[in-house]
């Protein structure tokens, strides 16, 4: 009786390390599985860098290439006169500044001294005199700096100079108002941020003896508009 007992309990102890064994091992796996999981809608995980190591010399590289100190050859299309119907070459190789880096915001990079060349071209005339020779002057830049574009002087007296955005933008006092105007006449006038103005929706044609007054967006008698 003693070894039939001795044989189930040693028969008992391999079975439960079987068990526990496979539990490891299911554990083992599900948590490999979970590494593995990818993060679904959430977002992934941030890189250390946008770019790839290899990928860092190149741009590096390009940016040196790109900076605004000393302009490069860059293709540029010919004007065609207007009495050509085409002309050939179409585009020539000159030094300019475009599209070169500046590190502000706002900032192109500007030629600080620019001369014209001479181009020679053949092209066919419009007036059918055929082939004919023309001679196309195109800016060659010979110096570059940082700078805006656009400057104060080419602002409306409907706009201000922003100097950080290298911009011109609308009077905020403009845009108050006529927010105020749209609150109080409903779909009489609307704000236009392209010119800077509060225009009428509507512009009607007025019978005789008045005439449009955009001011109140209507026709007024004309004894009754100021001079």
Same mark, same amino acid.
């Given at each position: 009786m003693k070894v039939p007992l001795i044989l189930m309990l040693c028969i008992g102890i391999f079975l439960l390390f079987l068990a526990q064994e496979g539990d490891c091992q299911n554990h083992?796996?599900?948590?490999?599985?979970?590494? &593995?999981?990818?993060?679904?809608?959430?977002? $992934?995980?941030?890189?250390?860098?946008?770019?790839?190591?290899?990928?860092?010399?190149? #741009?590096? $590289?390009? $940016? /040196?290439?790109? &900076?605004?100190?000393?302009?490069?050859?860059?293709? *540029?299309?010919?004007?065609?006169?207007?009495?050509?119907?085409?002309?050939?070459?179409?585009a020539v190789h000159v030094n300019r500044c475009d599209g070169h880096q500046c590190s502000d915001v706002g900032e192109h990079c500007v030629p600080t001294i620019s001369t014209q060349e001479v181009f020679y071209v053949e092209g066919e005339m419009k007036n059918g005199a055929g082939k004919q020779c023309a001679n196309i002057t195109a800016r060659v830049d010979m110096g570059c700096e940082c700078g805006c574009v656009t400057q104060p002087s080419d602002c409306g007296r409907n706009w201000e100079y922003n100097e950080m955005m290298c911009q011109c933008q609308c009077l905020t006092d403009l845009e108050e108002k006529c927010r105020k105007k749209m609150s109080e006449r409903p779909g009489v006038v609307m704000w236009d941020g392209t010119t800077c103005t509060c225009p009428c929706n509507n512009e009607v044609e007025c019978s /005789?003896?008045?005439?449009? *007054?955009?001011? #109140?967006?209507?026709?007024?008698?004309?004894?009754?508009?100021?001079?």
């Amino acid at each position: 009786m003693k070894v039939p007992l001795i044989l189930m309990l040693c028969i008992g102890i391999f079975l439960l390390f079987l068990a526990q064994e496979g539990d490891c091992q299911n554990h083992i796996l599900r948590m490999h599985s979970y590494r &593995q999981r990818p993060h679904g809608n959430g977002p $992934a995980p941030k890189p250390k860098n946008c770019v790839p190591r290899e990928e860092r010399g190149k #741009y590096r $590289a390009m $940016a /040196t290439l790109t &900076q605004c100190n000393t302009p490069k050859k860059t293709l *540029v299309t010919l004007d065609t006169p207007h009495d050509f119907k085409w002309i050939h070459p179409t585009a020539v190789h000159v030094n300019r500044c475009d599209g070169h880096q500046c590190s502000d915001v706002g900032e192109h990079c500007v030629p600080t001294i620019s001369t014209q060349e001479v181009f020679y071209v053949e092209g066919e005339m419009k007036n059918g005199a055929g082939k004919q020779c023309a001679n196309i002057t195109a800016r060659v830049d010979m110096g570059c700096e940082c700078g805006c574009v656009t400057q104060p002087s080419d602002c409306g007296r409907n706009w201000e100079y922003n100097e950080m955005m290298c911009q011109c933008q609308c009077l905020t006092d403009l845009e108050e108002k006529c927010r105020k105007k749209m609150s109080e006449r409903p779909g009489v006038v609307m704000w236009d941020g392209t010119t800077c103005t509060c225009p009428c929706n509507n512009e009607v044609e007025c019978s /005789t003896g008045t005439s449009w *007054v955009p001011e #109140y967006c209507s026709c007024r008698s004309v004894s009754h508009v100021d001079p």
